[in-house]
């Protein structure tokens, strides 16, 4: 997973190209179908990540708007680019002393609890968001945003 992808899915991909990679499972249920309002707009998609190419420890979804690739969510383990093998199990302490120890500066992200959302920044600018469930301690990392739908 880099800031930019995750194996061969791309911020800004096409929405045919990326089901194309065989990474992309089925459709599911967008943020605005949950919360009632309008539903999706045009060209507003929601995969889980989960074809027959998808390595077997990942898991979570592709959101696509105008119908490109606009977020990658992953909810289980993941490496980063620095070979940081992002821990499915983390809690928010967890996470901050693995990425600090890697060089990242690590902080949480002003309107949430700082135990539940935090972002890591390289020092060559790689930025990945972080949502931790306060529920169950999982950790899910995204790219380059996480949504949050209550």
Same mark, same amino acid.
């Given at each position: 997973?880099?800031? @930019? ?6 911020? #800004? ?13 089925? &459709?599911?249920?967008?943020?605005? $179908?949950?919360?009632? $309002? ?12 989960? #074809? ?13 708007? $105008?119908? @490109? ?13 620095? #070979?940081? &093998? ?10 901050? @002393?693995? !990425? ?39 950790? !899910? ?10």
């Amino acid at each position: 997973m880099t800031e @930019r992808s995750l194996g061969p899915i791309e911020l #800004g991909m096409p929405r045919q190209k990326a089901l194309a990679t065989g990474w992309l499972g089925d &459709s599911q249920t967008n943020c605005s $179908d949950i919360i009632g $309002d309008e539903g999706s707009a045009p060209g507003e998609y929601n995969y889980k990540l989960g #074809g027959d190419d998808l390595p077997d420890s990942l898991a979570g979804h592709v959101e696509f708007v $105008d119908d @490109r690739v606009s977020l990658i969510q992953v909810d289980s383990d993941v490496e980063l680019p620095d #070979g940081l &093998s992002f821990n499915s199990s983390w809690d928010n302490p967890t996470a901050e @002393r693995a !990425f600090v120890d890697r060089g990242y500066s690590f902080g949480p992200d002003g309107i949430f609890d700082p135990n539940d959302s935090a972002t890591a920044r390289s020092a060559s600018g790689e930025e990945f968001g972080m949502y931790f469930s306060a529920a169950t301690q999982d950790a !899910f990392v995204a790219i380059p945003q996480v949504v949050i739908c209550d």
